[in-house]
């Protein structure tokens, strides 16, 4: 791109790592600048800049606090507790994926929002109500046939059901790395997401003993459009140690592959506990998890 004499210099920053997964607003503000003929690029701290964008997602993610040389900065991201949306203009740009050569998937939102009020989640204070975002065409890179959706429910809105339905006719790969609403999962909904090309897994999520039987049900009516035991995953919140440890053990006996998230607060006011992390570390080293029990894991740390 040709800069002008009047260009800016803008600097980027991924507080939570950009050597991982890809920071979406930070695609769409490097997208946007370029446009507009700036000169995009990762901080680099023995530089000036025009303005610095920090976008920080987890409030655990340590800040950089190194003094920085620029006009303006400007901090994004529920890590700062911005619980805002871009600016139209930056929202409706298409990812800068050459920010992140080393990524080789699109990443997008079919839908935005939730129906659900969980007290542990930020979704609904952030998005409001469910309402659709683009299509799996707009979101697809043309250099990839993968594409990894951020979805909060994504089985809750008629336009997400339409996406699934189209993709399972398309040439493409996906996985909903969110979870998917076990609630909504019916005979037919099932029947659809079988025939989706997954990535790997199936992501489900079951956050409280309550959802027990409701994962159980979902299950088996994955089972039984075809969708294989290998490919189940769940998130599972951990809040009360013994009662996870009671889900995690039926989610192996249901087939399914658990994931421990210690519970945090998202407004940074709860840390997870030492036994919370001693237990997501026993759950989520998976050759540990299934040749050792929790309790005996227990006594030996």
Not at 41 to 61: A, H, N, Q
Not at 212 to 237: C, D, F, K, N
Request: hydrophobic share 40%; charged share 25%.
């Amino acid at each position: 791109m040709n800069h002008t004499k009047d260009a800016r210099r803008i600097g980027l920053v991924d507080v939570d790592g950009h050597n991982g997964f890809p920071n979406l607003a930070l695609m769409r503000i490097s997208a946007w600048h370029k446009a507009l003929g700036d000169m995009v690029e990762w901080w680099d701290g023995m530089l000036p800049y025009d303005r610095i964008y920090m976008s920080k997602v987890f409030t655990f993610s340590p800040d950089n606090d190194t003094v920085m040389q620029s006009d303006e900065i400007i901090r994004v991201g529920t890590g700062y507790r911005d619980y805002g949306s871009l600016p139209e203009e930056i929202e409706a740009m298409p990812p800068d994926y050459s920010i992140y050569p080393r990524y080789p998937y699109a990443v997008g939102f079919l839908t935005r929002g939730c129906i659900r009020s969980c007290p542990w989640c930020i979704v609904p204070r952030k998005e409001g109500g469910i309402r659709p975002a683009a299509t799996w065409q707009e979101i697809k890179r043309p250099d990839s046939r993968t594409i990894i959706f951020l979805d909060n429910n994504v089985l809750a809105h008629e336009h997400g059901l339409q996406q699934i339905e189209e993709m399972g006719h398309a040439d493409v790969k996906v996985d909903f790395n969110q979870g998917l609403d076990t609630r909504l999962i019916t005979p037919e909904i099932a029947a659809m997401l079988a025939k989706l090309h997954w990535v790997k897994y199936v992501r489900l999520s079951c956050d409280t003993s309550d959802m027990l039987p409701v994962i159980a049900q979902a299950v088996a009516y994955l089972r039984e459009a075809g969708i294989g035991t290998h490919r189940l995953w769940s998130y599972m919140l951990v809040q009360d140690v013994e009662e996870a440890y009671h889900r995690a053990l039926v989610l192996k006996a249901l087939g399914i592959q658990p994931f421990a998230q210690p519970y945090r607060d998202y407004d940074g006011g709860c840390e997870p506990t030492a036994e919370q992390k001693r237990f997501a570390r026993w759950v989520n080293r998976k050759e540990i998890f299934y040749t050792c029990g929790w309790h005996e894991y227990r006594r030996r740390k």
